[in-house]
């Protein structure tokens, strides 16, 4: 039987959870504008829910951003890797938060993992889980394509990697509820699509 590569995936996390925590621990410049484009959106206090929280680099941050996030992540060995609190271990297309109950919802280079075909319906459980106005964050690989390789852990540490470009997300993100804000675009080891967006009013 072929391997779901979602569990392929979360496998390897779990495996190299120690040491992706230790090589990540530093905030990007540009993920730091990021940060602060998106609690610039919120009102203080807002609840946010970093879905794909890894180790909780980005979740400390918005806490400190003044906002009440919560963690959501697939591997557990990514969340022991953490040691955070408000933490839940989760599918992304399931996440346990009930409709409309999110002042935003951030989701940094996560759903690259996410297989193209579930990739609605993912987004569409995001759009339920942020009430009208609210912000969604949500940072992709910029490119086509998807499928299990190796990457900096080596040859025992295979994930799914699904690439995006801006005409996919500015189709599929308004069909689920969210209007696109604004669309940054960088690059470190890969070519990153960093797309920002509300929740239709309506």
Request: include cysteine; glycine fraction near 12%.
């Amino acid at each position: 039987m072929v391997e779901d590569p979602v569990s392929i995936t979360r496998a390897t996390y779990d495996r190299i959870a120690e040491n992706y925590a230790a090589a990540n621990s530093d905030v990007p410049a540009t993920v730091r504008d990021s940060l602060a484009r998106f609690l610039g959106e919120l009102m203080p206090g807002g609840v946010v829910a970093d879905v794909g929280c890894g180790p909780g680099r980005d979740l400390v941050e918005l806490r400190r951003g003044g906002a009440r996030a919560f963690g959501f992540d697939l591997s557990l060995g990514m969340l022991t890797a953490g040691h955070r609190e408000g933490v839940v271990q989760c599918d992304m297309g399931a996440i346990p938060i009930a409709t409309a109950s999110l002042d935003g919802l951030w989701c940094a280079a996560a759903f690259l993992h996410i297989p193209r075909e579930r990739g609605p319906g993912v987004l569409a459980g995001f759009a339920r889980a942020v009430r009208p106005g609210g912000v969604l964050h949500l940072s992709v690989s910029e490119g086509e394509g998807e499928s299990v390789e190796p990457r900096a852990y080596g040859s025992a540490a295979a994930r799914l990697f699904v690439h995006h470009d801006r005409g996919d997300l500015a189709h599929l993100l308004p069909r689920v509820g969210f209007a696109i804000t604004a669309v940054h675009r960088s690059e470190s080891h890969r070519k990153w699509l960093t797309i920002s967006a509300l929740r239709h009013r309506s």
